[in-house]
């Protein structure tokens, strides 16, 4: 729709090689990926190494990472590929590591959500956006994705969203842009995500 002319700006959570100068791009938030869990889940937290153990089937049960056994298996869930949650996933946490075939892969957020909330041995990942009651959020490497240490880059899994329209930028997208980084609308922003300024 954004190449088509139809839209003038569209917000995306990474940024592709193929939009080149035609486009300008302005980061208005930091987002924190959030590692989720069932909250029958006894870990508080994992780090970097152990997350890519688990999601590239390095290690297959909860007692590997110092869970309970008792949860079974673990269940890897991940993102369709080309969602931008996943290659932030990928790049932060996996490194030239592929995720495990095993891994189920869902489509959308809610999807992912419903389905740790509801199997107690599954660990999956979302937009800190998405975060609910019904599952747990765990701390990777000491930290919880909340807007202030997202905002401060204390918590690892950290990318930025963007907002990217077509050169010349309209004097009226201009403006809208100048108000999502003002500290009104940086404020906005920090209601769910890290703020840029």
């Not at 002319?5 to 917000?11: I, K, P």
């Not at 069932?38 to 909860?62: K, T, V």
């Not at 949650?85 to 495990?100: G, P, Q, S, Y």
């Not at 329209?165 to 003002?182: D, F, H, I």
Request: glycine share 10%.
């Amino acid at each position: 729709a954004l190449q088509s002319g139809q839209v003038d700006v569209a917000m995306v959570s990474w940024l592709s090689d193929e939009l080149g100068d035609s486009w300008q791009a302005t980061a208005i938030a930091r987002d924190g990926i959030a590692v989720i869990v069932h909250p029958r889940n006894s870990l508080g937290g994992l780090g970097l190494l152990q997350l890519q153990d688990l999601f590239s089937g390095r290690a297959y049960e909860w007692r590997a990472v110092g869970g309970n056994s008792a949860l079974g298996p673990v269940q890897p869930i991940s993102r369709e590929e080309g969602a931008g949650v996943r290659a932030a996933f990928e790049e932060l946490v996996m490194d030239t590591r592929k995720v495990t075939p095993r891994a189920i892969l869902f489509t959308s957020p809610q999807s992912i959500v419903d389905y740790v909330a509801s199997h107690p041995s599954a660990i999956g990942y979302v937009s800190m956006a998405h975060i609910t009651p019904a599952v747990k959020v765990l701390k990777v490497e000491g930290e919880l994705p909340v807007p202030e240490t997202v905002r401060q880059g204390a918590y690892p899994l950290t990318r930025e969203l963007w907002l990217v329209a077509r050169k010349p930028v309209r004097a009226e997208v201009q403006s809208w842009l100048g108000y999502c980084l003002s500290p009104a609308g940086q404020q906005v922003v920090s209601q769910t995500f890290g703020r840029v300024r």
